[in-house]
């Protein structure tokens, strides 16, 4: 039996540890532990004129009218018609294709992740390749789409958007044209706004439409610039970052953040953060914005009466070496950042990682929910650290702790910090690895993985890179949360975090060895990778290449090298940061040895791919792991009630709503190439039976 269950084990293993990172680099080490910053050179909130006064915000429940459900980013609906009493009675309503499939030069580049909105009676959405499609939100019957004909050559390391966002001009009537409209970042970096109602480009918006996002950038590289996130639109104001491709060169696009009118799509202001005043709105002539600093590629959250937008930052590049960067980008490489949106001027930052060499940049979208009668943000990290600052000024509502004396290496030891910061509320993250924590399919893998340990550089959490040794990294780049991002249940006062917990195993390469090129030298047409970032990336400018085994895989088998589970899911009390239960996410059920399906019902734990809904009815709905399941799961104990097969991997975020009376939940199946799971289409609702 065990060696069965080792074979279904190994299976997970082979399909599932390549998850995606996306920058590296970071801040100074002067700043005092949990840094948090007061500008006092700052418009106070609410200064802004009354073009961009605060309005009412589209409110959860039948609608899901946000990314994160609310304007808060809660995840949390009050629907509660489906409970853990029904849960197992649901049924399919209807399976919508977007028909957005990999051809070309696309194939195995696919990895959508998409999140629909659900406003009135429709559902609108983006599919992998920026298609804008509204479906009737009870039938699933097509309504119009838009195709912005995105081409294959802008892929970066996938083909993802993980969805839109949607405003309302204040000044528009009901019936004027793009009233409502549809706004969305693309893969080939533009700033696209549609109506609402019939999906017709904005003509008052940019260009017809269009907003061309390389302006100001410089070299135009299809790939190494572009939008996968949904924009924050805050006081009228669309702040939008990008994706700079990872591990590629110093001399990397900016990171600039950029807000623009959501009526006419005119720059309002771009915050560069190694130039605010000169480049503030826009560089000067024949110049471009500061290149290789921090970016932010994933999704921002606004609030709305302050005015502020919270951004949660990566890092400069290049990823694993930092000892050229800036005072400026070490200042704000993965912090959050809280900027006004009204004038892009920054408020406060609190950095998580101090001289950042480890890729360890802020992927989840912040929560904003009041913490003991305070207005609050809840931060989680990708090491698993989840924090809770106070929204107005970035001080810590929850306990701050320091880890000082930090092993600071060969390589640059006077750039690397010799004390970060960590959460001692809560973290996600796990103890330090052991040798007797080494595994394999056979005592044979598990012997060479031993060996490796042995030979590798590993001095816990924040063990510095090296270059004549690897070095263990743990928790990896996927480690913690994502993407995906926390669901926060405000009135039970339960946090729902689903995390990865697995290494990368990684080795600094000299220069005279770098036999990749950066993407602005290869040849066009020439592939631009759907690897893992981090595999053998040139670091183009640095001293060093960098290779990555992300997840720590045996390079014969493929199997990792350490014991599962490799994934889970854990309910933390908000009052008290303890944890209420932690179970494993995901089941051997799609993996086997030599790539045969074992259809194992056991919960190993996979690593896993996005987010989950949770609601007045009691339940936590999530798919995200990579044995395809779609499953719902009881708040209180962490039980599975529910579940059912995907026909393709679920690496996103589910929403729930209601029409006429009736709660849907709903999940994209369109797999990951990343996460090794089958590509689709599908669209999928389930519901109660009718009475």
Not at 42 to 58: F, I
Not at 665 to 670: C, L, Q, R
Request: glycine residues 10%; hydrophobic residues 35%.
């Amino acid at each position: 039996m065990m060696r069965l269950i080792s074979s279904a084990l190994i299976a997970l293993l082979v399909g599932a540890l390549s998850l995606h990172a996306q920058q590296a680099q970071s801040p100074d080490p002067a700043t005092p532990p949990a840094t948090v910053e007061q500008s006092d050179q700052l418009p106070p909130s609410g200064a802004a004129d009354d073009d961009r006064a605060a309005r009412p915000q589209r409110e959860v429940g039948a609608d899901w009218p946000f990314w994160g459900g609310d304007a808060q980013a809660t995840r949390y609906s009050p629907l509660n018609q489906i409970t853990p009493e029904n849960v197992a009675q649901l049924e399919e309503v209807f399976t919508f294709h977007t028909g957005d499939l990999p051809e070309g030069t696309a194939e195995g580049k696919y990895s959508p992740e998409v999140t629909p909105l659900k406003i009135g009676d429709d559902l609108v959405m983006c599919s992998a390749m920026n298609i804008l499609i509204s479906v009737d939100a009870a039938t699933g019957e097509e309504n119009w789409r838009y195709d912005p004909g995105v081409p294959n050559e802008a892929i970066p390391y996938g083909a993802t958007c993980r969805g839109v966002s949607v405003y309302t001009d204040p000044d528009a009537g009901d019936d004027d044209p793009c009233a409502t409209r549809v706004i969305q970042g693309t893969l080939d970096a533009k700033l696209i706004a549609v109506d609402l109602a019939t999906g017709s480009p904005c003509e008052g918006f940019g260009e017809n439409g269009t907003v061309d996002l390389w302006q100001g950038i410089g070299e135009r590289v299809p790939g190494w610039y572009a939008v996968t996130a949904p924009p924050a639109i805050v006081r009228g104001v669309i702040v939008t970052g990008a994706q700079v491709k990872d591990g590629q060169a110093e001399d990397a696009p900016s990171g600039v953040i950029r807000g623009y009118d959501a009526v006419t799509g005119e720059l309002a202001w771009a915050w560069d953060l190694a130039a605010p005043e000169q480049n503030r709105n826009g560089p000067p002539e024949g110049e471009v914005y500061t290149r290789g600093t921090p970016n932010m590629w994933t999704t921002a959250v606004a609030d709305e009466e302050l005015g502020y937008v919270y951004l949660p930052m990566g890092n400069s590049s290049v990823d694993y070496y930092g000892s050229n960067r800036s005072d400026a980008e070490s200042e704000y490489a993965s912090s959050l950042v809280a900027l006004d949106a009204t004038t892009g001027e920054p408020v406060w930052h609190f950095q998580t990682v101090r001289h950042d060499v480890w890729d360890y940049d802020l992927g989840s979208q912040a929560t904003l929910l009041d913490y003991e009668g305070t207005p609050a943000v809840l931060l989680p990290s990708k090491q698993g650290d989840i924090y809770i600052l106070n929204r107005e000024t970035g001080a810590p509502l929850t306990p701050v702790g320091e880890l000082t004396d930090l092993p600071k290496g060969e390589v640059e030891p006077d750039f690397i910090s010799d004390t970060q910061p960590v959460s001692e509320w809560h973290t996600l993250r796990k103890p330090r690895l052991e040798e007797k924590d080494m595994w394999g399919f056979t005592p044979i893998d598990q012997l060479w993985c031993r060996i490796q340990y042995q030979r590798a550089n590993y001095d816990g959490f924040f063990t510095p890179p090296s270059t004549e040794r690897p070095w263990i990294q743990y928790p990896g780049y996927n480690g913690g949360s994502d993407w995906g991002s926390v669901a926060v249940d405000t009135d039970r006062g339960i946090i729902v975090a689903n995390y990865n917990d697995v290494p990368n195993y990684n080795r600094l390469v000299p220069r005279d060895e770098v036999t990749s090129q950066p993407i602005n030298e290869q040849q066009a047409g020439g592939k631009t990778g759907a690897k893992a970032e981090g595999a053998a990336d040139p670091q183009a400018g640095s001293p060093y290449g960098i290779n990555v085994n992300a997840g720590w895989r045996n390079d014969v088998t493929g199997v990792p090298c350490t014991r599962p589970p490799y994934g889970g899911i854990r309910a933390i009390d908000l009052a008290t940061g303890k944890t209420l239960w932690d179970r494993p996410l995901g089941t051997a059920r799609r993996n086997g040895p030599f790539g045969i399906p074992s259809m194992l019902p056991f919960d190993i734990g996979t690593p896993n791919n996005g987010g989950s809904v949770v609601t007045a009815g009691g339940l936590v709905f999530i798919a995200a792991a990579t044995d395809n399941l779609f499953r719902a799961i009881d708040i209180e104990t962490g039980e599975t009630l529910w579940s059912t097969v995907l026909p393709a991997g679920g690496q996103a975020n589910p929403i729930t709503y209601e029409v006429d009376g009736r709660q849907y939940v709903m999940v994209t199946a369109m797999g990951h190439h990343f996460m090794e799971t089958p590509v689709g289409d599908e669209v999928i609702a389930w519901a109660l039976p009718k009475q």
